[in-house]
């Protein structure tokens, strides 16, 4: 029973109350339960500890215990960073309720979505013992049909064109895409004019017609024109804009396929990008860089790439296997780019059956009905659960998963006899395993946030390991392996990569070392990460998940399951060796993988390898040798040790108590005006702790990146074309200064459009003289030097027929604080000469930095102008008028 503060007792008192209310709607064939044991969350572990390696026994388990919890997150009530800006916070409204929605549409979409956290599907009859990722070829063939000629699919009838369009957007809802509106990214990319019109159904229809002709072949570099001849050529704005976004972001295009390497440039062009890890993250940001012909470079600790993603060759006795001590599942082949890659590999999948038998702590098989039993009232109070905590509102923030289930239990009066109790506290190791953390760490409100994107299809193991998949991303790829980054420096003119062998430099950097290395602090950001984003790091959860890989002289576990578990005879002990993987048909060779999570894995790190082998055996031994099989030795035999691994202290990331969604969005903004930039499976909201999660937030920070850098070649071009004549510069101002972003007695602001940091600069305008608050053409004003503060005051009070004006730069916060001040533009200018100790000069006086800034604002303004003027009705409110498409019959008829 877990300890609980009177904050905790009050709250759970409420829980408590509310329980008999809930109303009882789940029946026991319900598949919702969050712990599949293939589940979503793919055990994204690292470093492999053999028997030699491990620590002795002697090993002081009070401080490797504090050492392991320095990682864990608080729990505070969620809040935000008051620098957090009114549409940064809208964003995120927007992002909660397309989860929602998202949730909403993927309920009917039965046919394509797996059920990947449900444990009764996992236990039911086996099925076919291999699946190869090519037959997704012939689903594609199916939903499309088998004619995808263009000169045919023009000459098809409106019929077969709207049901080419259903499956069509099957296909792109699987890959994530919501089936009748936009991506946040989407909008953000500004991939049509007008949101919510004829217009962007259209873009919406062109969209999913590109991905599922992909799709069709992965092998192939699909072309724009290629697209063309299938879309009526009325739209061709439309596909460029979609086969734009999804070339950036890495939806279509992408991969290891030869045909797509061979478009790599030799040598690149576009500036530098550091990557900091190479794991799947940045490998697959460091290939899609260099096809976009940027030039790269890669620095890994590691003498390896992978990072969380380790195969370990295992042999000994004439035997040979490949483990996957680290990320082990592919979760789901509906969509994943990681059977994208096997497929353009040509490497068949294994798909995990779904038996799984579980036996007692006497070894004994379990009992069916018991089982049944107790599995449709962990469901259940999932369920209540999920239900409780949309009663509760703001409350269930606060609240763990942990205690409310363990409430709710005692409650219902589940689970109190010993063999009940047992199984259950065995579904309650499995969902620590799909979280890679304690329950008591887990947040009520958003430990499952992630639901709504899960991939659909089946779960699979890749055969030989997912080295195979690695080793392909780092092909030709410039790794520097062995160099342990202590410092990132960013700023203006670039960044800096320090190892303590050498100094990388570029002009941006990503950073994709996992949330453990980001809380233990082990790398120096200089300036310091913004406020937000160190919060975010902190209250994002980041667990831990264990491995005992064994190589046998033989299979004498059967040939016809993939998973099996066993029940621990106490609660403290729930997660110790609960679940084996068989991997004799995927590995080369007799080889079992026993897991453990939650405390257990805490524990395990403490425990010297030879007591732990010893352990696995017996429980072993306890379940086949009543059988009479024999349990031999192992040849060989390897413990893992991710909490204590220095490049990763931990396996994968939750949403912990105080922490929600939002904090994956924090983590994944980039800082510094663009120059540092953030992947990795703790940067991606909906798909956190899987393999293709960290994939996918490679390929989305590599368009950031390509597309940060274009704009700042375009910024540099635009300030080369800043007039240098003074009457043209101050015509420039005046026109700017006509609508400043904050305007309060004779100071006027512009703020710098490329950013919203706090330490941004701004360029303030100090109007003195007579009208000082009118804005009026200040083209015919000669420029004035810096001048001193008893001048400035002298002005200010004679000048009654001249107006002259001034500037200067300060930061964002600066300007705020300036404004807030009480007292006159004189008590103002006072503030601004003495305890800023600024200097006011005239027009020209700014220097570059200054001429920067003025170009970027100018810049800014010119793109956020709407594409048609307002116009003005009776004299007053202005209204946008939108521009619709006359379209003929063809509108909902693109092909």
Same mark, same amino acid.
């Given at each position: 029973?877990e ?10 008192n409420l829980?408590?109350s509310?329980?008999?209310a809930?109303?009882e ?5 319900d598949?919702?339960?969050?712990c599949n044991i293939?589940?979503?969350?793919v ?8 028997n030699v390696?491990a620590?002795?026994?002697s090993t002081?388990k009070?401080?490797?215990t504090?050492?392991y ?18 549409e940064?916070l809208?964003k ?13 549409r ?5 046919k394509?979505?797996g059920?990947?956290k449900?444990?009764?599907a ?15 070829d012939?689903?594609?063939?199916n939903?499309l049909?088998?004619?995808l000629s263009?000169?045919k699919?023009k ?8 049901k080419?369009k ?11 895409f ?6 946040e990214?989407?909008i953000?990319?500004g991939v049509v004019?007008?949101?919510?019109d ?16 992909w799709?069709e072949?992965?092998?192939l ?5 290629q697209v063309?001849?299938s ?23 992408f991969?290891?396929?030869p ?10 062009t576009?500036p530098?990008v550091?990557?900091?890890?190479a794991g799947?993250?940045?490998?697959a940001?460091a290939?899609?860089?260099?096809a976009f ?13 992978g990072g969380?993603?380790y195969t ?5 006795g004439?035997?040979?296997?490949a483990?996957d ?7 789901g ?5 990681l059977g994208?890659?096997?497929?353009q590999?040509?490497?068949p999948?294994?798909k995990?059956?779904e038996?799984?038998?579980?036996y007692?702590?006497?070894?004994l098989?379990?009992?069916v009905d018991?089982d049944?039993?107790?599995e ?10 999920s ?6 509102g703001p409350?269930?923030?606060?609240i ?9 239990r ?5 689970a ?5 109790r047992?199984l259950f506290?065995?579904h309650l ?5 799909a979280?890679a ?6 947040s ?12 659909g299809?089946d779960h699979?193991f890749?055969?030989g390991g997912n080295v195979?998949?690695?080793?392909a ?24 990569v ?13 950073c994709?070392v996992?949330l ?8 120096k950001?200089?300036p310091?990460l ?5 919060d975010?790091i902190?209250r994002l ?22 998973t099996?578990?066993h029940?621990a005879e ?7 060796f609960? *679940? ?7 590995s080369?060779g007799?080889?079992? @993988?026993a =897991?453990?999570?939650g /405390?257990? !894995?805490?524990?395990f ?14 429980i072993?031994?306890g379940?086949f040798?009543?059988?009479g ?8 035999t390897v413990?893992t040790r991710?909490?204590?691994d ?5 396996s ?7 922490a929600?969604g939002d904090d ?14 953030f ?6 909201r909906r ?6 999660g960290?994939?996918?937030s490679? *390929? ?12 700042? @070649?375009? =910024?540099?071009?635009? /300030?080369? !074309? ?6 043209a510069y101050a015509?420039?101002l ?8 904050l305007?309060f ?7 710098d459009p490329?950013?919203q940091e706090p330490k941004?600069?701004?360029?303030l305008?100090v ?5 000082a608050?009118k804005k ?8 004035q ?5 008893r001048?400035?005051f002298q ?9 002259l ?18 007292g006159?533009?004189?008590?103002r200018?006072?503030y601004?000469?003495?305890t800023?100790?600024v200097k ?16 970027a ?5 010119a793109?956020r ?6 116009v ?17 019959e ?6």
């Amino acid at each position: 029973m877990e300890t609980r503060s009177d904050l905790e007792d009050a709250t759970l008192n409420l829980l408590d109350s509310r329980a008999n209310a809930v109303e009882e709607r789940v029946s026991p064939n319900d598949g919702r339960a969050r712990c599949n044991i293939v589940d979503g969350r793919v055990s994204l572990v690292e470093n492999s500890v053999n028997n030699v390696e491990a620590p002795s026994a002697s090993t002081d388990k009070t401080s490797a215990t504090a050492l392991y919890m320095k990682t864990e997150l608080s729990a505070p009530l969620i809040s935000y960073d008051a620098e957090e800006s009114p549409e940064s916070l809208l964003k995120r409204k927007r992002k909660r309720a397309d989860l929602l929605a998202q949730g909403e549409r993927l309920e009917g979409m039965t046919k394509w979505a797996g059920s990947g956290k449900s444990v009764r599907a996992l236990r039911q009859q086996a099925r076919a013992l291999s699946y190869d990722e090519n037959l997704m070829d012939a689903m594609i063939q199916n939903q499309l049909g088998t004619d995808l000629s263009p000169a045919k699919n023009k000459k098809k009838k409106p019929l077969d064109l709207d049901k080419n369009k259903e499956k069509e957007s099957m296909i792109a809802a699987s890959i994530g895409f919501p089936k009748d509106s936009l991506t946040e990214e989407e909008i953000e990319a500004g991939v049509v004019q007008t949101i919510g019109d004829v217009e962007q159904d259209n873009y919406i229809e062109v969209r999913n017609h590109i991905l599922a002709r992909w799709r069709e072949n992965v092998n192939l570099w699909l072309e724009k024109a290629q697209v063309m001849e299938s879309i009526r050529s009325q739209h061709k704005v439309l596909v460029d804009a979609a086969y734009k976004f999804l070339s950036a972001y890495g939806y279509i295009n992408f991969g290891v396929a030869p045909s797509i390497k061979a478009l790599i440039p030799e040598e690149g062009t576009k500036p530098t990008v550091i990557i900091i890890g190479a794991g799947l993250a940045g490998l697959a940001a460091a290939r899609q860089l260099l096809a976009f012909g940027h030039k790269v470079a890669v620095v890994e600790g590691r003498n390896r790439p992978g990072g969380r993603v380790y195969t370990r060759k295992m042999e000994g006795g004439g035997q040979i296997a490949a483990a996957d001590l680290g990320g082990s599942v592919i979760t789901g082949l509906h969509g994943n780019p990681l059977g994208v890659l096997a497929r353009q590999l040509s490497l068949p999948l294994h798909k995990i059956r779904e038996k799984c038998p579980l036996y007692q702590p006497n070894g004994l098989p379990l009992v069916v009905d018991v089982d049944a039993k107790v599995e449709a009232q962990f469901n259940k109070l999932l369920d209540r659960a999920s239900q409780l905590r949309e009663q509760m509102g703001p409350v269930a923030e606060g609240i763990s998963l942990g205690q409310t289930l363990e409430t709710l239990r005692e409650d219902a009066e589940v689970a109190e006899v010993l063999s009940e109790r047992q199984l259950f506290d065995w579904h309650l190791a499995n969902l620590e395993y799909a979280n890679a953390g304690l329950l008591s760490d887990l947040s009520l409100a958003f430990w499952d946030q992630d639901d709504p994107y899960e991939m659909g299809g089946d779960h699979c193991f890749l055969p030989g390991g997912n080295v195979r998949l690695v080793s392909a991303l780092a092909e030709g790829i410039p790794v520097f392996y062995g160099k342990q980054v202590h410092t990132i420096r960013y700023g203006a003119s670039g960044v800096q990569v320090v190892t303590p062998q050498q100094v990388f430099e570029g002009d941006m950097a990503l950073c994709t070392v996992p949330l453990g290395v980001l809380k233990q602090n082990t790398i120096k950001f200089e300036p310091e990460l913004p406020q937000r984003k160190l919060d975010a790091i902190r209250r994002l959860g980041f667990g831990l998940l264990n491995k005992v890989a064994m190589l046998f002289p033989r299979v004498f576990w059967g040939s016809e399951v993939d998973t099996f578990g066993h029940l621990a005879e106490s609660s403290e002990r729930r997660g110790e060796f609960f *679940l084996f993987y068989s991997y004799a048909t995927v590995s080369g060779g007799p080889l079992l @993988l026993a =897991l453990v999570a939650g /405390e257990a !894995a805490i524990n395990f790190e403490l425990m010297h390898p030879t007591d732990a082998i010893q352990r696995v055996l017996a429980i072993l031994r306890g379940i086949f040798e009543p059988q009479g099989i024999t349990v031999p030795d192992p040849i060989q035999t390897v413990c893992t040790r991710w909490g204590g691994d220095p490049l990763s202290f931990g396996s994968y990331s939750h949403v912990a108590v105080g922490a929600s969604g939002d904090d994956y969005d924090l983590l994944a903004e980039s800082v510094g005006d663009g120059r540092l930039f953030f992947a990795g499976e703790a940067t991606n909201r909906r798909y956190p702790a899987t393999m293709h999660g960290a994939l996918l937030s490679g *390929l989305r920070e590599a368009g950031n990146i390509a597309a940060q850098a274009a704009n700042r @070649l375009v =910024l540099a071009k635009v /300030e080369k !074309a800043v007039p240098k004549d003074t009457q043209a510069y101050a015509v420039l101002l005046a026109d700017l200064f006509r609508e400043p972003d904050l305007e309060f007695g004779s100071f006027a602001i512009l703020f710098d459009p490329r950013t919203q940091e706090p330490k941004s600069h701004v360029l303030l305008r100090v109007m003195i003289g007579m009208g000082a608050r009118k804005k009026v053409n200040d083209s015919g004003l000669t420029d004035q030097p810096a001048m001193p503060q008893r001048l400035l005051f002298q002005q200010l009070q004679m000048h009654q027929q001249q107006q002259l004006h001034l500037y200067t730069m300060i930061s964002r916060q600066q300007a705020i604080d300036l404004m807030e001040i009480r007292g006159g533009d004189k008590v103002r200018l006072v503030y601004l000469c003495e305890t800023l100790g600024v200097k006011l000069v005239g027009r020209r006086g700014l220097g570059a930095q200054g001429d920067s800034l003025v170009a970027a604002i100018k810049w800014g303004r010119a793109a956020r102008k709407p594409a048609v003027p307002p116009v003005v009705l009776n004299g007053g409110s202005n209204v946008k008028l939108i521009k619709q498409q006359t379209m003929p019959e063809e509108n909902s008829q693109l092909r």
